[in-house]
Protein backbone atom coordinates (compact mmCIF):
# COMPACT_ATOMS: atom_id res chain seq x y z
CA UNK A 1 0.00 0.00 0.00
CA UNK A 2 1.26 3.82 -0.84
CA UNK A 3 1.72 5.76 1.86
CA UNK A 4 2.95 9.28 1.74
CA UNK A 5 4.15 11.53 4.73
CA UNK A 6 5.10 15.22 4.87
CA UNK A 7 7.28 16.64 6.95
CA UNK A 8 9.51 20.30 7.52
CA UNK A 9 9.57 23.12 9.11
CA UNK A 10 5.57 23.74 10.70
CA UNK A 11 7.23 27.77 11.04
CA UNK A 12 8.49 29.80 8.12
CA UNK A 13 9.60 33.60 8.69
CA UNK A 14 8.06 35.70 5.88
CA UNK A 15 9.84 36.29 2.92
CA UNK A 16 11.54 33.13 3.54
CA UNK A 17 11.55 29.52 1.64
CA UNK A 18 9.16 27.20 2.75
CA UNK A 19 10.85 23.80 2.51
CA UNK A 20 8.92 20.78 2.23
CA UNK A 21 9.54 16.70 1.73
CA UNK A 22 7.23 14.13 1.02
CA UNK A 23 8.52 10.45 1.91
CA UNK A 24 6.71 7.47 -0.65
CA UNK A 25 6.48 4.37 0.96
CA UNK A 26 4.69 1.46 -0.37
CA UNK A 27 5.73 2.32 -3.76
CA UNK A 28 8.36 4.33 -6.20
CA UNK A 29 7.78 7.77 -7.26
CA UNK A 30 8.73 6.68 -10.90
CA UNK A 31 5.66 6.61 -13.17
CA UNK A 32 3.08 9.02 -11.96
CA UNK A 33 2.11 12.43 -11.16
CA UNK A 34 3.35 13.75 -7.98
CA UNK A 35 1.46 16.24 -6.78
CA UNK A 36 1.57 19.34 -3.86
CA UNK A 37 -1.80 20.84 -2.72
CA UNK A 38 -2.71 23.06 0.23
CA UNK A 39 -5.35 24.09 2.46
CA UNK A 40 -5.56 27.09 4.11
CA UNK A 41 -7.12 27.02 7.69
CA UNK A 42 -10.97 26.77 7.27
CA UNK A 43 -10.63 27.05 3.71
CA UNK A 44 -10.68 24.87 0.35
CA UNK A 45 -8.05 22.78 -1.21
CA UNK A 46 -5.76 24.77 -3.83
CA UNK A 47 -3.67 22.55 -6.37
CA UNK A 48 -0.11 24.05 -6.10
CA UNK A 49 1.66 21.90 -9.35
CA UNK A 50 2.57 18.67 -10.18
CA UNK A 51 5.89 17.10 -11.30
CA UNK A 52 6.48 13.87 -13.35
CA UNK A 53 9.03 11.47 -12.62
CA UNK A 54 10.78 12.14 -15.83
CA UNK A 55 10.88 15.30 -14.60
CA UNK A 56 8.09 17.30 -16.28
CA UNK A 57 6.69 20.52 -14.18
CA UNK A 58 3.48 22.02 -14.01
CA UNK A 59 2.68 24.71 -11.77
CA UNK A 60 -0.19 27.17 -10.79
CA UNK A 61 0.19 30.38 -12.78
CA UNK A 62 -0.11 32.37 -10.16
CA UNK A 63 2.27 30.78 -7.80
CA UNK A 64 4.84 29.75 -10.89
CA UNK A 65 7.44 32.67 -10.03
CA UNK A 66 7.78 31.09 -6.81
CA UNK A 67 7.51 27.15 -6.86
CA UNK A 68 9.84 24.45 -7.53
CA UNK A 69 8.89 20.53 -7.46
CA UNK A 70 11.47 18.16 -7.79
CA UNK A 71 11.92 14.46 -7.35
CA UNK A 72 14.91 12.90 -5.92
CA UNK A 73 14.31 8.55 -7.01
CA UNK A 74 17.11 7.65 -4.73
CA UNK A 75 15.44 8.57 -1.68
CA UNK A 76 12.20 8.09 -3.16
CA UNK A 77 10.93 11.74 -2.04
CA UNK A 78 9.09 14.53 -3.59
CA UNK A 79 9.61 17.95 -2.47
CA UNK A 80 8.11 21.32 -2.78
CA UNK A 81 10.13 24.95 -2.36
CA UNK A 82 7.95 28.34 -2.16
CA UNK A 83 9.62 31.27 -2.37
CA UNK A 84 9.23 34.91 -0.51
CA UNK A 85 6.59 33.62 1.57
CA UNK A 86 3.55 35.36 3.13
CA UNK A 87 1.06 35.42 5.75
CA UNK A 88 -1.17 33.80 2.58
CA UNK A 89 0.93 31.00 2.71
CA UNK A 90 -0.31 29.95 5.68
CA UNK A 91 -1.57 26.61 5.03
CA UNK A 92 -1.65 22.87 5.13
CA UNK A 93 0.24 21.19 2.34
CA UNK A 94 -0.64 17.94 1.37
CA UNK A 95 1.46 15.45 -1.41
CA UNK A 96 -0.61 13.48 -3.29
CA UNK A 97 -0.16 10.74 -6.20
CA UNK A 98 -2.85 10.04 -8.91
CA UNK A 99 -4.87 6.64 -9.11
CA UNK A 100 -3.61 5.85 -12.87
CA UNK A 101 -0.88 6.74 -15.24
CA UNK A 102 -2.70 9.90 -15.95
CA UNK A 103 -2.64 13.21 -14.37
CA UNK A 104 -5.90 13.14 -14.60
CA UNK A 105 -7.19 10.13 -13.26
CA UNK A 106 -7.53 11.53 -10.02
CA UNK A 107 -5.96 12.03 -6.71
CA UNK A 108 -6.02 8.85 -4.66
CA UNK A 109 -2.90 8.41 -2.25
CA UNK A 110 -2.70 11.73 0.31
CA UNK A 111 -0.45 12.41 3.00
CA UNK A 112 -1.75 13.22 6.60
CA UNK A 113 -0.45 16.98 5.52
CA UNK A 114 1.68 19.25 7.38
CA UNK A 115 0.66 22.90 8.91
CA UNK A 116 3.01 25.62 8.18
CA UNK A 117 2.39 28.55 9.66
CA UNK A 118 4.15 32.06 8.32
CA UNK A 119 4.95 34.27 11.00
CA UNK A 120 7.41 36.40 12.15
CA UNK B 1 -8.84 31.49 -15.14
CA UNK B 2 -11.24 28.76 -15.21
CA UNK B 3 -13.25 28.15 -12.12
CA UNK B 4 -15.77 25.29 -11.10
CA UNK B 5 -18.41 26.99 -8.41
CA UNK B 6 -20.33 24.52 -5.83
CA UNK B 7 -22.92 25.60 -3.49
CA UNK B 8 -21.54 26.05 0.11
CA UNK B 9 -24.04 23.82 1.37
CA UNK B 10 -26.19 21.46 1.04
CA UNK B 11 -28.94 19.62 3.87
CA UNK B 12 -30.51 16.44 3.54
CA UNK B 13 -32.61 13.98 5.77
CA UNK B 14 -31.10 10.24 6.20
CA UNK B 15 -32.07 7.86 3.94
CA UNK B 16 -32.71 10.72 1.48
CA UNK B 17 -30.93 11.45 -1.61
CA UNK B 18 -28.22 14.27 -1.70
CA UNK B 19 -26.87 16.09 -4.73
CA UNK B 20 -23.81 18.14 -4.99
CA UNK B 21 -23.48 20.16 -8.27
CA UNK B 22 -20.11 21.27 -9.42
CA UNK B 23 -20.36 23.84 -12.46
CA UNK B 24 -17.93 25.26 -15.20
CA UNK B 25 -17.54 26.65 -18.58
CA UNK B 26 -18.24 22.98 -20.35
CA UNK B 27 -16.89 21.01 -18.05
CA UNK B 28 -18.71 18.11 -19.91
CA UNK B 29 -16.05 18.46 -21.69
CA UNK B 30 -13.20 17.62 -18.96
CA UNK B 31 -12.98 14.42 -16.17
CA UNK B 32 -14.65 15.46 -12.85
CA UNK B 33 -12.90 14.59 -9.82
CA UNK B 34 -14.52 14.05 -6.13
CA UNK B 35 -13.19 14.65 -2.86
CA UNK B 36 -14.85 13.77 0.42
CA UNK B 37 -13.30 15.77 3.59
CA UNK B 38 -13.74 15.57 7.09
CA UNK B 39 -12.68 17.65 9.70
CA UNK B 40 -8.99 17.26 10.44
CA UNK B 41 -8.52 14.59 7.49
CA UNK B 42 -6.86 14.37 4.64
CA UNK B 43 -9.32 14.41 1.54
CA UNK B 44 -11.08 11.40 0.22
CA UNK B 45 -10.89 10.18 -3.73
CA UNK B 46 -14.62 9.13 -3.84
CA UNK B 47 -15.28 9.72 -7.39
CA UNK B 48 -12.82 9.93 -10.97
CA UNK B 49 -12.93 10.43 -14.45
CA UNK B 50 -16.55 11.55 -13.70
CA UNK B 51 -18.30 8.46 -12.70
CA UNK B 52 -15.64 5.62 -11.73
CA UNK B 53 -15.24 5.00 -7.97
CA UNK B 54 -12.39 3.32 -6.32
CA UNK B 55 -12.92 0.05 -5.39
CA UNK B 56 -13.57 1.08 -1.34
CA UNK B 57 -16.75 3.43 -2.21
CA UNK B 58 -20.35 2.11 -1.67
CA UNK B 59 -22.45 2.17 -5.16
CA UNK B 60 -24.52 4.66 -3.16
CA UNK B 61 -21.91 6.94 -4.19
CA UNK B 62 -22.26 8.15 -7.66
CA UNK B 63 -21.09 10.94 -10.34
CA UNK B 64 -22.12 12.51 -13.76
CA UNK B 65 -20.86 15.02 -16.07
CA UNK B 66 -22.85 16.88 -18.83
CA UNK B 67 -22.68 20.49 -20.05
CA UNK B 68 -21.81 22.43 -17.69
CA UNK B 69 -22.44 20.54 -14.46
CA UNK B 70 -21.12 17.06 -12.66
CA UNK B 71 -23.22 16.24 -10.06
CA UNK B 72 -22.14 13.79 -6.86
CA UNK B 73 -25.21 12.01 -5.78
CA UNK B 74 -25.08 10.40 -2.82
CA UNK B 75 -28.29 7.91 -2.06
CA UNK B 76 -29.24 6.44 1.37
CA UNK B 77 -27.34 9.55 2.80
CA UNK B 78 -26.17 8.53 6.28
CA UNK B 79 -25.03 10.65 9.07
CA UNK B 80 -21.16 9.35 8.25
CA UNK B 81 -21.83 11.32 4.84
CA UNK B 82 -21.95 14.07 6.54
CA UNK B 83 -18.45 15.97 5.11
CA UNK B 84 -17.09 18.55 2.67
CA UNK B 85 -17.09 17.58 -1.03
CA UNK B 86 -15.06 19.02 -3.81
CA UNK B 87 -15.01 18.82 -7.16
CA UNK B 88 -11.95 19.12 -9.33
CA UNK B 89 -11.13 19.42 -12.80
CA UNK B 90 -7.94 19.73 -14.77
CA UNK B 91 -7.11 23.25 -17.37
CA UNK B 92 -4.49 22.90 -19.71
CA UNK B 93 -3.47 26.71 -18.68
CA UNK B 94 -4.80 26.71 -15.09
CA UNK B 95 -3.84 23.34 -14.27
CA UNK B 96 -5.80 21.85 -11.74
CA UNK B 97 -8.87 23.71 -10.32
CA UNK B 98 -11.06 22.64 -7.18
CA UNK B 99 -14.37 24.04 -6.68
CA UNK B 100 -14.98 26.24 -3.43
CA UNK B 101 -16.37 23.01 -1.50
CA UNK B 102 -19.92 22.07 -0.69
CA UNK B 103 -20.70 21.28 2.87
CA UNK B 104 -23.11 18.55 3.60
CA UNK B 105 -24.96 18.41 6.35
CA UNK B 106 -27.37 14.88 7.42
CA UNK B 107 -30.32 15.89 9.68
Known amino acids: QVQLQESGPGLVKPSETLSLTCTVSGGSVSGYYWNWIRQPPGKGLEWIGF???????KYKPSLRSRVTISVDTSKNQLSLKLTSVTVADTAVYFC??????????????WGQGTLVAVSS | SYELTQAPSVSVSPGQTARITCSGD??????VSWFRQKAGQSPVLVIY???KRPSEIPERISGSNSGNTATLTITGTQVLDEADYYCQAWDGTSGGIFGGGTKLTVL
Open chain 1, 51 to 57: IYYGGNT
Open chain 2, 26 to 31: KLGNRY
Open chain 1, 96 to 109: ARVLKSGYDSGFYY
Open chain 2, 49 to 51: EDA
